[in-house]
């Protein structure tokens, strides 16, 4: 598949073609209008105000396919707009600037989509008068609407006028099957009682006809922010027919942020846009599956370097990777961390079940944590895998270990014959280059002796190769683990390390976002 910026959905349309809206995965820009800087009220600057680095052709040769338009009125003409209301004592003020303008923004669209034929989706909201006086913006009245409106309609090239309550269930084809580019326009007034009838056959739509989950982490803090977004997307998207969710990777300056930027006293609109986009890509490719995974990828400071469509089609092609059916699926032995017993998995057993694992095919290990691991826990489990093969009639198994419980089977596998046995091995939150919290316990506890960095079962699993073969290795971590300390001390090399949204130790346990990881991982990874 190719992805060249300026035309990757055209040139794809052979994968692309007969997938819904909801089945794709495309790049979408957050106040696209803020390419540039028109002075507005008196507190605005370049730093809170601009989102973008490009104007609208530059933003649709870099990729983007959705568009957050918020038309303002200023000066009697159309323009795009970034305003926020604020209270001072009671005063209502609003501060914002304006950015490009309506007519400069359809002329660009109409440059693409003359040699482009591709998908452009505008969505036009948070509408705004900045004639009225400052206490007194307010959204656009039914007259303004019809006048923005018309003037789209006689300005814009290829509107596509398609009749459907259902944009997001067409394929794409049905938008662009044609050879022909295809404008979609979505009208989402702010003000109330406002009727866009008149120009519904006209390539304009209500927002009910392409519903899209779109809420933002309204935070400042990068961690917080992927948190967010991603639990969102596993909650949202647990198919791919699931509605539309934008994945919103934007981070909002805080007030204080927002009036000091201009002294330079923090980072701006876009020096936050750089850091997020930074790790897009390392962020998101692992969260996402052949089900789970954003429709709309949503950013500030869209540019070529970032490649969005490279990392959307990448996420495209791995939604139409087929099912492997889990029925056919080998014994899955879990296997609990210090202090815990086997009934700590009974949420990724119920999510295993759920995706066609049948019950009889779910092992669960107890064993005494405080016991040595090289001893006498890697004897034990290697019994217990004889046992399960014998019953099963399997050659083989997947094993998924929590905490304590990735250093016997890491060590079974490694010193016990267990690589020709183990087909996956999948290690959440392990402390298989140790943890410094094992010096609290290890004076009495064994367990706890082996799991501290440096230990004679930590230097050993990990000397020539931490990962022989042919068993597939897999680790799944969180920076927010209190318990494993440093929490990289999970990743291995030669393993695919997996880092999860920000999660405490245990609450790795009930997480629908590591479930996802390990039932892809189960279901591909053979």
């Known amino acids: 598949?190719?992805?060249?910026?300026?035309?990757?959905?055209?040139?794809?349309?052979?994968?692309?073609?007969?997938?819904?809206?909801?089945?794709?995965?495309?790049?979408?820009?957050?106040?696209?209008?803020?390419?540039?800087?028109?002075?507005?009220?008196?507190?605005?600057?370049?730093?809170?105000?601009?989102?973008?680095?490009?104007?609208?052709?530059?933003?649709?040769?870099?990729?983007?396919?959705?568009?957050?338009?918020?038309?303002?009125?200023?000066?009697?003409?159309?323009?795009?707009?970034?305003?926020?209301?604020?209270?001072?004592?009671?005063?209502?003020?609003?501060?914002?600037?304006?950015?490009?303008?309506?007519?400069?923004?359809?002329?660009?669209?109409?440059?693409?989509?003359?040699?482009?034929?591709?998908?452009?989706?505008?969505?036009?909201?948070?509408?705004?008068?900045?004639?009225?006086?400052?206490?007194?913006?307010?959204?656009?009245?039914?007259?303004?609407?019809?006048?923005?409106?018309?003037?789209?309609?006689?300005?814009?090239?290829?509107?596509?006028?398609?009749?459907?309550?259902?944009?997001?269930?067409?394929?794409?084809?049905?938008?662009?099957?044609?050879?022909?580019?295809?404008?979609?326009?979505?009208?989402?007034?702010?003000?109330?009682?406002?009727?866009?009838?008149?120009?519904?056959?006209?390539?304009?739509?209500?927002?009910?006809?392409?519903?899209?989950?779109?809420?933002?982490?309204?935070?400042?803090?990068?961690?917080?922010?992927?948190?967010?977004?991603?639990?969102?997307?596993?909650?949202?998207?647990?198919?791919?027919?699931?509605?539309?969710?934008?994945?919103?990777?934007?981070?909002?300056?805080?007030?204080?942020?927002?009036?000091?930027?201009?002294?330079?006293?923090?980072?701006?609109?876009?020096?936050?846009?750089?850091?997020?986009?930074?790790?897009?890509?390392?962020?998101?490719?692992?969260?996402?599956?052949?089900?789970?995974?954003?429709?709309?990828?949503?950013?500030?400071?869209?540019?070529?370097?970032l490649s969005l469509p490279d990392i959307a089609m990448n996420i495209n092609t791995m939604s139409m990777k087929p099912v492997i059916n889990p029925a056919v699926k080998l014994p899955v032995v879990l296997v609990h961390g210090r202090n815990a017993d086997s009934g700590v998995w009974g949420s990724l057993k119920a999510a295993l079940v759920q995706h066609g694992y049948p019950d009889t095919q779910l092992f669960g290990w107890n064993y005494d944590t405080s016991k040595s691991t090289n001893e006498v826990l890697s004897g034990e489990f290697s019994q217990y895998i004889q046992g399960i093969l014998r019953d099963t009639g399997a050659t083989q198994v997947d094993i998924l270990a929590h905490s304590l419980g990735s250093l016997p089977t890491r060590w079974f596998i490694k010193f016990d014959g267990g690589t020709q046995i183990v087909r996956n091995w999948i290690s959440l939150a392990g402390p298989n280059h140790g943890t410094s919290l094992g010096y609290l316990c290890a004076l009495w506890d064994q367990g706890c002796k082996d799991m501290t960095p440096g230990s004679w079962v930590v230097s050993h699993l990990n000397q020539e190769t931490e990962t022989p073969g042919p068993t597939k290795y897999t680790t799944i971590w969180s920076a927010g683990d209190e318990q494993i300390s440093p929490p990289t001390s999970t990743l291995l090399s030669g393993a695919t390390n997996i880092e999860v949204s920000r999660m405490k130790h245990n609450d790795l346990l009930g997480s629908e976002e590591v479930f996802n990881h390990v039932i892809n991982t189960l279901c591909c990874n053979d």
């Open 1 to 305: 598949m190719t992805t060249l910026n300026s035309s990757w959905m055209s040139n794809n349309l052979p994968a692309l073609g007969n997938k819904t809206l909801r089945q794709i995965c495309m790049p979408g820009t957050h106040d696209t209008g803020m390419g540039t800087f028109v002075p507005g009220t008196a507190f605005a600057a370049p730093c809170n105000t601009v989102t973008q680095t490009a104007m609208m052709l530059g933003q649709l040769q870099a990729g983007a396919r959705y568009f957050d338009i918020r038309p303002v009125i200023h000066n009697g003409k159309f323009y795009t707009g970034h305003y926020t209301e604020l209270n001072f004592l009671g005063v209502k003020t609003w501060q914002g600037a304006n950015g490009q303008s309506l007519t400069s923004l359809i002329d660009d669209v109409n440059t693409y989509t003359q040699d482009n034929p591709e998908l452009v989706i505008l969505n036009l909201s948070h509408d705004l008068d900045t004639d009225a006086g400052n206490s007194n913006y307010s959204p656009f009245n039914q007259a303004q609407w019809n006048t923005l409106l018309t003037q789209i309609q006689e300005k814009m090239n290829h509107l596509k006028v398609l009749l459907t309550s259902d944009l997001s269930q067409l394929t794409l084809n049905s938008f662009i099957g044609d050879k022909e580019a295809a404008v979609i326009i979505i009208v989402d007034p702010s003000g109330s009682n406002i009727d866009i009838s008149a120009f519904a056959s006209q390539g304009f739509y209500s927002p009910d006809q392409l519903a899209i989950y779109n809420v933002y982490a309204n935070t400042n803090d990068l961690n917080e922010m992927i948190s967010d977004q991603l639990g969102k997307m596993q909650v949202q998207r647990q198919t791919s027919d699931d509605p539309l969710f934008l994945l919103s990777w934007t981070l909002t300056q805080s007030t204080v942020q927002a009036v000091t930027c201009g002294l330079g006293q923090c980072d701006s609109i876009l020096d936050m846009a750089e850091k997020a986009n930074t790790v897009l890509a390392e962020k998101l490719l692992p969260a996402c599956s052949q089900n789970c995974f954003p429709n709309i990828i949503y950013v500030d400071g869209i540019n070529a370097e």
